[in-house]
């Protein structure tokens, strides 16, 4: 759905606190909630988004794209330091098929 | 069959199928009675039809077997094409022709019956046979045509347009089997040849060209030759020029600015930014997905902003085509009125003229009637598209002048 959320005087609402009302409005908990895209007017005051509210998290693990999911915390992350990729990525250059995935972890160690 | 044979059969007919049911329907169901009688003579017809058509196809039938037995029809090498639609259509005719039986006789067919099995068969394979047809059907015309050559004699033909061996050998007419492309076929010695081709055609030589594809009909309403139709208008009343035409002229009306880059404001006038800003945002909306700016977009933005943009600066010569483009509907329905009123050349010589004569004769009699008095009114009407009457100022006009019931005054 489409969110409008008026908050004159402070600054865009966050994630979080966007989270505790929708599930006060629409009786639901806050971890099948998820919001995205919001956008505040020009001149504040004022910002517009969307939500999604999902019956159960197991329905919103299946459904949601990873990015969401990490932001909402129970997404894995992955390495994120970019050397440590390339290391992993030249590691697993020496190999071929399913190989390249237990070099990848074996030269970790 | 004499139409009174027919009577007695359906009355006898009639009677059976009563007959059937116990004693009382016939007070019960007077209606299905009549519906029986009212058919009956129907049904016994096209039974009669019936059984005489299965007579001649039995008649063919047995031509066939006999052609076959004699040799006359090779069937030895192989199943071909043809061949497999000829059995394909013969077994599902027989196989309807049960199954409409099972019906008659009233069995129910949920469960399936062999027939029908049969039946769903037949029709597969008929299908998937049409596009093998289609690709063979170049072909079997070309045999067809072969072979209707071979019956009817050509040589007659050929002798009365005095066409030459060596011109038939290169046409390929006398090997009509070839299936490669012949050039000469695209000049049409025939037509060359005979010189009455023209006259002959029905039509005196005009192309018609065929009707393959329906095609839809829009009856449009009758427009006179001045009038604007209300796309132009439409287009008319978002060009610059003309607003600022209807700037000039328009004096009773405020001008009007778009109010693009402020955040207030109702967007009524929209310029191109506006429209772009728009689909945007209905698409975000619809889509629940936000959209970035495009390389290609900000660079326009960019280029914009560079040649003066921020303060909404526009360059009037970059546009000026499409503005007089626009203009020229206007410029013909205007040019038509003025040829309407002041003869045929419509100039303003003409028009001067006419003023000069009824000044001097004293004739006040009323000038005719153009459609568009001044520039004013001309203005006015073009701007009565659709983009011309949305905005707050017509509003208020129109409202203000609606009658109001007045409740005052009352006696």
Request: charged share 30%; proline share 4%; glycine share 6%.
């Amino acid at each position: 759905m489409i969110v409008d959320v008026l908050h004159p005087g402070r600054p865009n609402v966050s994630h979080k606190e966007l989270g505790d009302r929708l599930a006060k409005l629409y009786k639901s908990s806050e971890e099948c909630i998820f919001t995205f895209g919001f956008r505040t007017a020009f001149g504040g005051g004022k910002s517009t988004g969307f939500a999604l509210i999902y019956d159960s998290l197991d329905e919103a693990k299946k459904v949601e794209p990873k990015y969401r999911l990490i932001r909402h915390g129970i997404g894995a992350k992955g390495i994120i330091s970019s050397k440590q990729r390339k290391e992993r990525k030249n590691r697993a250059k020496k190999f071929r098929g399913t190989k390249k995935a237990k070099a990848a972890t074996a030269g970790k160690k | 069959m004499t139409p009174s044979k027919n009577d007695e059969e359906a009355e006898v007919f009639l009677d059976a199928v009563l007959g059937d049911h116990s004693a009382g329907s016939e007070t019960e169901n007077p209606e299905l009675a009549k519906l029986i009688q009212a058919d009956s003579p129907l049904l016994v017809k096209q039974i009669y039809s019936i059984v005489e058509s299965m007579k001649s196809a039995k008649e063919k039938l047995m031509e066939l077997q006999q052609r076959i037995s004699s040799n006359s029809v090779p069937t030895s090498k192989g199943v071909s094409l043809l061949e497999i639609k000829l059995h394909g259509l013969l077994s599902y005719l027989t196989n309807l022709s049960f199954f409409i039986l099972l019906k008659l006789h009233g069995q129910s067919t949920s469960e399936l019956h062999p027939s029908v099995e049969r039946l769903i068969e037949m029709r597969v394979i008929l299908e998937k046979i049409k596009p093998m047809e289609v690709k063979l059907k170049y072909q079997i015309d070309k045999v067809l045509k072969a072979a209707n050559d071979a019956s009817n004699p050509s040589a007659e033909k050929n002798a009365q347009r005095n066409v030459s061996e060596f011109d038939l050998q290169n046409s390929g007419v006398s090997d009509p089997l070839q299936f490669k492309p012949n050039p000469l076929n695209l000049v049409g010695a025939s037509t060359a040849l005979d010189k009455n081709a023209d006259q002959s055609r029905e039509d005196g030589g005009v192309y018609r060209p065929p009707r393959i594809a329906p095609v839809k009909y829009s009856e449009e309403p009758k427009r006179r030759k001045g009038d604007l139709s209300a796309s132009t208008r439409e287009s008319l009343s978002k060009s610059r020029l003309f607003k600022d035409m209807r700037d000039t002229f328009d004096t009773s009306r405020p001008e009007q600015v778009t109010s693009h880059g402020t955040g207030y404001g109702v967007r009524e006038l929209r310029d191109s930014k506006d429209e772009e800003l728009a689909k945007i945002e209905e698409f975000e909306l619809s889509n629940y997905q936000r959209l970035s700016a495009t390389r290609d977009r900000n660079k326009r933005e960019k280029a914009a902003m560079r040649k003066g943009g921020a303060a909404g600066i526009v360059d009037e010569m970059e546009n000026l085509e499409s503005d007089f483009l626009q203009m020229d509907a206007l410029d013909r329905a205007v040019s038509f009125d003025n040829q309407e009123r002041y003869g045929s050349s419509g100039s303003v010589l003409a028009k001067r003229n006419m003023r000069a004569e009824s000044f001097f004769t004293g004739n006040d009699e009323p000038r005719k009637k153009g459609k568009f008095t001044d520039a004013t009114e001309l203005v006015t009407k073009v701007a009565s598209g659709a983009a011309g009457k949305k905005t707050a100022y017509d509003k208020a006009l129109r409202k203000a002048s609606k009658p109001r019931h007045r409740t005052l005054g009352k006696k």
